[in-house]
């Protein structure tokens, strides 16, 4: 039970499951997560049954924090493997000029020098070389499945280290026959991707650096079997993880009783607005009322969907991110930026094709062709060194250059310096958020976004307001994107967003 009674205990979801089912779940997570080596502010509302800002402060030993980190590692490697189709581990790449490359470096350096000074006396040390035959026969071993019986059986035969000990001290040890065994197996276990890497091995002649580039290609070839192994678990992973994220959010919960606080703040903003409608022009009121008192209460349904539309809206500097949402804060991040690169290209194609004759603006190729210019121009509206207003004064430019072409091409009146002169105006005053064409184009984007929502991501997707057809392809795929995740976010977490809901959608 969660320690503040304020807080929803959802222990009770998912137990239709076997406990087996959830321990191979538990247990396949915390594999992966070994091969991954991967403020509070804001006013109570008024009107709200009274609640602390935060629940009592609580002591905990470092057991606990230590175990709540490796819960809350488990449930977002589970969440990133399920929600992430190209999730993959990949290797270790350290920082050039960084301390640690030095250090592994020298060290490195340090033990192969040694390797190469034991091989060279008279008679040869096998010391290390036997160590290293012991990592590698571990390491071809660990890649085997269970069904691999007769590989097994060569590679503890041929790899047997006593054997080899008793072979180096009767001088009978031949290091370049187990090499190229090692290169064999490993040509056998290894993805096809690392063939070419694995026949390079066979021209390496000296001992110490054929070992080197052994390990090194035994490194990759581990990246490959973690990959592999999530890419197996991944159908078991997503028809568990729903009921694996709840249950490990819960005890989370329990550890942490203000982990649902923000959640809250979030939830009762998003009501409010829909209750005063004060953002009616800037956001889809999807459904809600108005704040009379003879006007019914928003639906829960899409309090939840205005609040999720308000994460696109978010401010990521000044504001927390809900607690049940921020392991998809940098994908809100990624979609909020799109969605502001789509509407500031919208907007500009609405102006430019409204001052175009019709003539041209209904020309496929030249529409598409100035698509593409703007976007380009618009690709690193992400990065801090960007200047929209700089941007839009080159888009100006280039439009201008572009209706100025089409029109002599088709033997057209040409483009006055009048209307050049405005269009670059109107295109430039883009640049402000109040500007008309932007905040339009902006609230259709976001209605459009609502009632794909309310649909329950169902097909056909519904119909792209009007002034969005230009940029209909972008925006349904950033569509599918957002409702994938919300609907997968609400699957997880709606029956905590039901209990909240339920204290803060109260009849005046």
């Given at each position: 039970m969660s320690e503040n009674p304020d807080q929803p205990n959802i222990n009770e979801a998912g137990k239709s499951k076997s406990n087996g089912s959830e321990q191979e779940l538990e247990d396949a997570v915390e594999g992966s997560d070994e091969a991954l080596q991967k403020t509070k502010s804001?006013?109570?509302?008024?009107?709200?049954?009274?609640?602390?800002?935060?629940?009592?402060?609580?002591?905990?030993?470092?057991?606990?924090?230590?175990?709540?980190?490796?819960?809350?590692?488990?449930?977002?490697?589970?969440?990133?493997?399920?929600?992430?189709?190209?999730?993959?581990?990949?290797?270790?790449?350290?920082?050039?000029?960084?301390?640690?490359?030095?250090v592994k470096e020298i060290v490195h350096k340090?033990?192969?020098?040694?390797l190469s000074v034991q091989l060279s006396e008279d008679p040869p040390t096998y010391d290390h070389a036997i160590k290293l035959v012991g990592e590698i026969k571990e390491t071809l071993l660990s890649f085997l499945l269970p069904g691999h019986t007769r590989l097994r059986n060569q590679i503890t035969e041929v790899l047997d280290l006593d054997l080899i000990k008793q072979e180096a001290e009767n001088g009978a040890l031949d290091i370049s026959k187990l090499a190229e065994f090692i290169i064999g197996m490993m040509g056998t276990l290894c993805a096809p991707a690392r063939d070419e890497e694995v026949k390079k091995l066979k021209d390496i002649k000296e001992i110490v650096p054929l070992f080197r580039a052994i390990f090194s290609v035994l490194d990759l070839m581990k990246v490959d079997m973690a990959n592999f192994a999530v890419t197996s678990i991944r159908p078991h992973l997503m028809q568990q993880s729903v009921e694996y994220e709840r249950k490990k959010f819960q005890q989370l919960l329990e550890k942490q009783p203000n982990s649902l606080d923000f959640v809250t703040q979030w939830l009762e903003e998003a009501a409010d607005d829909l209750m005063n409608q004060k953002y009616k022009n800037a956001l889809p009121a999807g459904g809600g009322a108005t704040s009379s008192e003879d006007s019914p209460m928003p639906n829960p349904v899409a309090v939840q969907n205005y609040a999720y539309l308000k994460l696109l809206k978010w401010d990521h500097l000044q504001k927390p991110f809900p607690e049940t949402v921020l392991m998809d804060q940098a994908r809100f991040q990624e979609l909020q930026l799109q969605l502001e690169q789509l509407t500031i290209l919208g907007a500009v194609l609405l102006v430019s094709f409204s001052m175009a004759a019709p003539g041209?603006?209904?020309?496929?190729?030249?529409?598409?062709?100035?698509?593409?210019?703007?976007?380009?121009l618009l690709t690193d509206m992400h990065l801090p060194s960007f200047h929209?207003?700089?941007?839009?004064?080159?888009?100006?430019?280039k439009v201008c250059l572009e209706v100025?072409?089409?029109?002599?091409?088709?033997?057209?009146?040409?483009?006055?310096?009048?209307?050049?002169?405005?269009?670059?105006?109107?295109?430039?005053?883009?640049?402000?958020?109040?500007?008309?064409?932007?905040?339009?184009?902006?609230?259709?984007?976001?209605?459009?976004?609502?009632?794909?929502?309310?649909?329950?991501?169902?097909?056909?997707?519904?119909?792209?307001?009007?002034?969005?057809g230009p940029v209909q392809r972008e925006l349904e795929e950033v569509a599918i994107k957002f409702v994938r995740l919300v609907n997968y976010n609400k699957l997880v977490f709606s029956p905590y967003y039901d209990v909240i809901l339920s204290k803060v959608l109260v009849p005046p």
């Amino acid at each position: 039970m969660s320690e503040n009674p304020d807080q929803p205990n959802i222990n009770e979801a998912g137990k239709s499951k076997s406990n087996g089912s959830e321990q191979e779940l538990e247990d396949a997570v915390e594999g992966s997560d070994e091969a991954l080596q991967k403020t509070k502010s804001g006013s109570p509302s008024t009107r709200r049954v009274q609640r602390p800002h935060s629940s009592p402060p609580r002591f905990v030993t470092v057991e606990e924090l230590l175990e709540t980190a490796k819960g809350v590692t488990n449930m977002a490697l589970a969440h990133e493997i399920v929600v992430n189709g190209d999730f993959r581990i990949k290797p270790v790449e350290l920082p050039e000029d960084s301390l640690e490359k030095r250090v592994k470096e020298i060290v490195h350096k340090a033990f192969w020098d040694c390797l190469s000074v034991q091989l060279s006396e008279d008679p040869p040390t096998y010391d290390h070389a036997i160590k290293l035959v012991g990592e590698i026969k571990e390491t071809l071993l660990s890649f085997l499945l269970p069904g691999h019986t007769r590989l097994r059986n060569q590679i503890t035969e041929v790899l047997d280290l006593d054997l080899i000990k008793q072979e180096a001290e009767n001088g009978a040890l031949d290091i370049s026959k187990l090499a190229e065994f090692i290169i064999g197996m490993m040509g056998t276990l290894c993805a096809p991707a690392r063939d070419e890497e694995v026949k390079k091995l066979k021209d390496i002649k000296e001992i110490v650096p054929l070992f080197r580039a052994i390990f090194s290609v035994l490194d990759l070839m581990k990246v490959d079997m973690a990959n592999f192994a999530v890419t197996s678990i991944r159908p078991h992973l997503m028809q568990q993880s729903v009921e694996y994220e709840r249950k490990k959010f819960q005890q989370l919960l329990e550890k942490q009783p203000n982990s649902l606080d923000f959640v809250t703040q979030w939830l009762e903003e998003a009501a409010d607005d829909l209750m005063n409608q004060k953002y009616k022009n800037a956001l889809p009121a999807g459904g809600g009322a108005t704040s009379s008192e003879d006007s019914p209460m928003p639906n829960p349904v899409a309090v939840q969907n205005y609040a999720y539309l308000k994460l696109l809206k978010w401010d990521h500097l000044q504001k927390p991110f809900p607690e049940t949402v921020l392991m998809d804060q940098a994908r809100f991040q990624e979609l909020q930026l799109q969605l502001e690169q789509l509407t500031i290209l919208g907007a500009v194609l609405l102006v430019s094709f409204s001052m175009a004759a019709p003539g041209i603006s209904s020309q496929a190729d030249f529409a598409e062709k100035l698509k593409m210019i703007v976007k380009i121009l618009l690709t690193d509206m992400h990065l801090p060194s960007f200047h929209l207003k700089d941007a839009l004064t080159t888009i100006g430019e280039k439009v201008c250059l572009e209706v100025s072409s089409c029109l002599a091409l088709c033997g057209l009146t040409p483009f006055t310096a009048e209307k050049e002169a405005v269009l670059k105006g109107q295109i430039q005053a883009v640049a402000n958020p109040d500007d008309p064409i932007r905040r339009i184009m902006d609230s259709r984007i976001l209605i459009f976004l609502e009632s794909y929502l309310a649909t329950g991501h169902q097909k056909p997707l519904p119909t792209v307001p009007g002034g969005l057809g230009p940029v209909q392809r972008e925006l349904e795929e950033v569509a599918i994107k957002f409702v994938r995740l919300v609907n997968y976010n609400k699957l997880v977490f709606s029956p905590y967003y039901d209990v909240i809901l339920s204290k803060v959608l109260v009849p005046p």
